[in-house]
């Protein structure tokens, strides 16, 4: 309907530049003010020849404009539109083709290649859009978009890398800090033989934690680069459960918290992972409850079944977490509260490396936490598929 509009409105256009000279002006602005706002709000992209075309047709139509008002004869206005014409769609589609259209093509070619890379570059050829101008504008904008985004993940990765080694040096000079400060104690020629075995004790402590540290950071470092295999193995989640709290009483008792199984040990729940690897899943949750609990409190441990999976859960009614620190809770060195954090022990590795253990099996680990209250860590597992049917004895003849 707008085209139809258009097409009458420079027939009137051409009519009143004849016939009425005078009214040409007005008629020409509100013409081609519409004619702008069609093509800038119309939502099927203009091609080059009917942009040449409608530029040619604006050029010939002033030219016959004033042709006719100097001579007054419709046969010199037919031959200057129709040579102006064409003269003008010529030369303006050589102009534009030769001197914009052919670096803008470049352009396109270079970003679009760059876009698919090298292999599907050499597997499908160089690629020649039949409209660059408006296709260009498409593959900037989304080109331009791609890499912002890698730009910002790329700062991610830097902010998390410094971080990293900040929390890496401090954790390793503060116990170094320690032992230095031991040795140079008991090098002063203590004579108090329980002074210094309390000084050999605290040095000790503090060696065991950087074995802990180093060991925990060798760990990590494999377990993301795949040098540790997974060993999948079919077993009894139930039955690990059990060892795992049946190891951990202790430590229970010397937190005075309750550890407990929410569900029975009989109901035999088939999974497949690496078992000893889920176990130590199990004991960093578990331990961790314990570190972050309170005195009288409980851990619990309960099992979901799932349609095709089994989800683990480890609760406790401990100090909680805010929920600003949730997503960073899986990160290296991550602590909530640092003084509390080192004064309790520990690498600041051990949810790290549940995350990756979990994720390295192809499944989700995830946390509610509310402070004051305590914290929910639950992770998947797979199932073993059952039969549906039951397996029949064979009888022997």
């Given at each position: 309907m707008m085209g139809c509009r258009n097409k009458f409105g420079m027939t009137?256009?051409?009519?009143?530049?004849?016939?009425?000279?005078?009214?040409?002006?007005?008629?020409?602005?509100?013409?081609?003010?519409?004619?702008?706002?069609?093509?800038?709000?119309?939502?099927?992209?203009m091609k080059l020849r009917v942009l040449v075309f409608i530029n040619a047709l604006a050029v010939a139509i002033t030219i016959s404009a004033v042709n006719y008002y100097f001579r007054h004869s419709w046969y010199d206005v037919a031959i200057t539109f129709s040579a102006t014409m064409v003269s003008s769609f010529i030369f303006i589609y050589y102009m534009i083709e030769r001197y914009i259209v052919a670096k803008i093509k470049i352009i396109y070619k270079l970003i679009h290649n760059l876009k698919l890379g090298k292999d599907l570059k050499d597997a499908i050829g160089d690629h020649v859009s039949s409209d660059p101008i408006n296709d260009?504008?498409?593959?900037?904008?989304?080109?331009?978009?791609?890499?912002k985004t890698e730009i910002e993940e790329l700062k991610k990765q830097e902010q998390f890398r410094r971080d990293f080694l900040s929390n890496v040096s401090h954790e390793f000079k503060t116990p170094l800090f320690a032992i230095q400060g031991y040795i140079e104690a008991l090098q002063d020629d203590m004579d108090d033989p329980e002074m210094m075995k309390q000084f050999l004790d605290k040095a000790a402590k503090n060696v065991d934690r950087l074995s802990y540290l180093?060991?925990?950071l060798d760990e990590i470092s494999k377990l993301e680069s795949g040098e540790i295999?997974?060993?999948?193995?079919?077993?009894?989640?139930?039955?690990?459960?059990?060892e795992v709290i049946e190891s951990l009483e202790l430590k229970a008792k010397q937190h005075k918290i309750k550890l407990e199984f929410k569900d029975k040990y009989d109901e035999h729940i088939m999974v497949n992972a690496d078992r000893?690897?889920?176990?130590?899943?199990?004991?960093n949750l578990i331990d961790n409850s314990f570190k972050y609990g309170k005195e009288g409190g409980h851990t619990s441990v309960r099992l979901y079944d799932l349609h095709e999976q089994v989800l683990v859960e480890v609760t406790d009614d401990g100090i909680g977490i805010e929920e600003k620190y949730l997503p960073r809770l899986f990160e290296r060195f991550f602590r909530t509260d640092s003084s509390r954090s080192r004064q309790i022990g520990g690498s600041g590795l051990?949810?790290?490396?549940?995350?990756?253990?979990?994720?390295?099996?192809?499944?989700?680990?995830?946390?509610?936490?509310?402070?004051?209250?305590?914290?929910?860590?639950?992770?998947?597992?797979?199932?073993v598929r059952q039969s549906p049917?039951?397996?029949?004895?064979?009888?022997?003849?």
């Open positions: 009137v256009l051409f009519y009143l530049s004849a016939h009425h000279p005078q009214h040409y002006l007005f008629v020409k602005y509100t013409l081609f003010t519409r004619l702008r706002v069609y093509l800038r709000f119309t939502p099927h992209p260009v504008e498409v593959e900037v904008k989304e080109w331009a978009r791609e890499k180093v060991k925990d295999p997974i060993n999948y193995a079919k077993f009894r989640i139930n039955e690990l459960i059990k000893e690897k889920i176990r130590q899943v199990l004991v051990g949810l790290a490396i549940v995350k990756h253990i979990v994720e390295s099996h192809q499944q989700t680990i995830n946390v509610r936490s509310t402070e004051g209250i305590g914290s929910t860590f639950g992770f998947t597992l797979q199932k049917f039951p397996v029949l004895p064979v009888l022997k003849s």
